[in-house]
Each structure stands twice: as C-alpha cells, then as structure tokens.
Nanobody, 127 residues
Framework: QVQLVESGGGLVQPGGSLRLSCAGS????????IGWFRQVPGKEREGVSC????????AYTDSVKGRFTISRDNDKSTVTLQMNSLKPEDTAVYYC????????????????????WGQGTQVTVSS
C-alpha cells in the first residue's frame, strides 16, 4: 500500500525557513519521482517542485525558484523541501505525491498526473 507522510510544517515569520519532509509509510520512496504541491482554501492545488528518482533531475515553479530546494536521501527514503526566504503568500497546506514513475513528467505540476498523496502539512508564514 502506497502511503506518503509529510512533516515539518509550522508557523514561521516572513524571511524565515522551514524544512518539509516526505516519507513513505510501509512504502519506500526509492525509485520514484516525488512532487510537492500546495493548496490554499478556495484555490486549486499548485505544483511547487518535483524530483526524479535519483535526485539528478529537479523542477520548480517560478514563484519558488531560488528560495526552495528539493532533495532526496534514498538511504533514508525521504524527500525534503527546504524553504528559505519565506513569504506570506507561501502560506498553504503542502502535500507530497507520486505517480510511481521514475522521472518528473513534462506536466509534473498538474495534480491530475499523480495518484498517491500524503495528508498534507500546514505552513503558515506570518508576523
């Protein structure tokens, strides 16, 4: 059974940093690409970043380029989203997801491309 679990969310001041993690529960992330998404109530889920199975290929939405870094540790079977220089508009519930493919698809930022999702972790950027 494919289960993803996010952790690391919280409240941070503008300009601060948070580190989100995605792990498998009874399931190894090794071999699969992982996407990070975020959603604000009343808005569509937005693709934030994607990493391929080896960690050699990454992608980011324009609004987070230069501030967020996605990485993975296949020994620990985790994928991390390091978020720096956070802004109030980064406030959202963050989700990790996979389609059990090895590479980030061309349409990696489309939620419908993913079959398996975590439960989400809240990130709030506020002073």
């Amino acid at each position: 059974q494919v289960q993803l679990v996010e952790s690391g969310g919280g409240l941070v001041q503008p300009g601060g940093s948070l580190r989100l993690s995605c792990a498998g529960s009874g399931f190894s992330l090794d071999g699969y690409s992982i996407g990070w998404f975020r959603q604000v109530p009343g808005k569509e889920r937005e693709g934030v970043s994607c990493i391929n199975n080896s960690g050699t290929g990454t992608a980011y939405t324009d609004s987070v380029k230069g501030r967020f870094t996605i990485s993975r540790d296949n020994d620990k079977s985790t994928v991390t989203l390091q978020m720096n220089s956070l802004k109030p508009e980064d406030t959202a519930v963050y989700y990790c997801a996979t389609d059990l493919g090895s590479q980030c698809r061309r349409r990696w930022m489309m939620p419908r491309e993913y079959e398996y999702w975590g439960q989400g972790t809240q990130v709030t950027v506020s002073s």
